[in-house]
């Protein structure tokens, strides 16, 4: 679905992002975990076009459509594909970026009418029933200054869902949350992926990326240092810097009072 072959990124001096190379297949919930500043944002961002690369390629069903040749000149798809790409590869942000002069239904239905050229009363209809999936239906009419910090972001996440993607970006979606809306937001994540639905999933939550996993990437200074499937992943971590990762996760959550182990 998803694939990138040798992917660098810079921004100055900080090599962000180091020769990546990791495919997402239909279907399959890949997380990504490791300490902030190891480009795991970052290469959410290169994935949607939010961010160029440097050098690599990355491929969306086995078409290329941001990439680096090797003389150097850069090739990317042109606005409108990238558009086309945007469209069904979804992404929450850890901000919940709602328009704040905007009701939640109209922030749900904006992109849908302009740009899929849906009717507004199919938009409206399908962003109900998002909003009904969400557990917001009661806050369509609501702007967002009236709603918690959980609930504007299972709003993003309708909104994101809007655009009928077939591919689900979340990046640390909780991270901006007090700790106990935080489940109600991992729920609707979990929900996604009993569906089925192809997603990559940045987070801190280790019990979440354990349950809901395929496959967990750890990254670290730019690079991928361990992936595997959760099982072996947390069990038995092959590498130093992973094991020192997950014993750091495991003191954070005791001293907050949570029961993750790892």
């Not at 390629?57 to 459509?65: E, K, N």
Request: proline share 3%; net charge negative.
């Amino acid at each position: 679905m998803i694939r990138l072959e040798g992917v660098s990124k810079h921004f100055g001096a900080v090599h962000a992002l180091k020769n990546v190379s990791l495919s997402v297949a239909k279907g399959e919930v890949l997380s990504v975990v490791g300490p902030s500043g190891s480009g795991k944002s970052t290469l959410l961002r290169c994935m949607n076009h939010l961010e160029s690369i440097d050098s690599g390629t990355i491929y969306v069903d086995d078409v290329p459509v941001f990439q680096n040749v090797k003389n150097g000149e850069r090739r990317t798809a042109n606005d409108r594909a990238i558009e086309a790409i945007r469209a069904r590869v979804g992404m929450v942000f850890q901000a919940f970026n709602l328009f704040s002069h905007l009701s939640v239904i109209e922030n749900i239905t904006v992109a849908p009418i302009h740009v899929l050229g849906r009717s507004a009363s199919d938009a409206i209809h399908e962003a109900s029933a998002l909003l009904d999936k969400v557990g917001l239906l009661a806050k369509a009419s609501a702007y967002p200054h009236e709603l918690s910090g959980g609930q504007q972001q299972r709003v993003a996440i309708a909104r994101a869902l809007a655009m009928q993607p077939e591919v689900m970006l979340f990046d640390e979606v909780t991270s901006a949350l007090d700790p106990e809306l935080v489940g109600e937001v991992l729920r609707v994540v979990r929900t996604l992926a009993d569906e089925g639905m192809t997603m990559i999933v940045v987070t801190h939550e280790m019990g979440f990326a354990r349950e809901v996993s395929d496959r967990i990437v750890f990254m670290a200074e730019g690079q991928i240092v361990e992936e595997g499937a959760p099982a072996a992943f947390f069990a038995a971590p092959q590498q130093a810097r992973t094991r020192e990762f997950l014993r750091s996760m495991w003191e954070r959550n005791r001293q907050m009072g949570h029961a993750v182990s790892a």
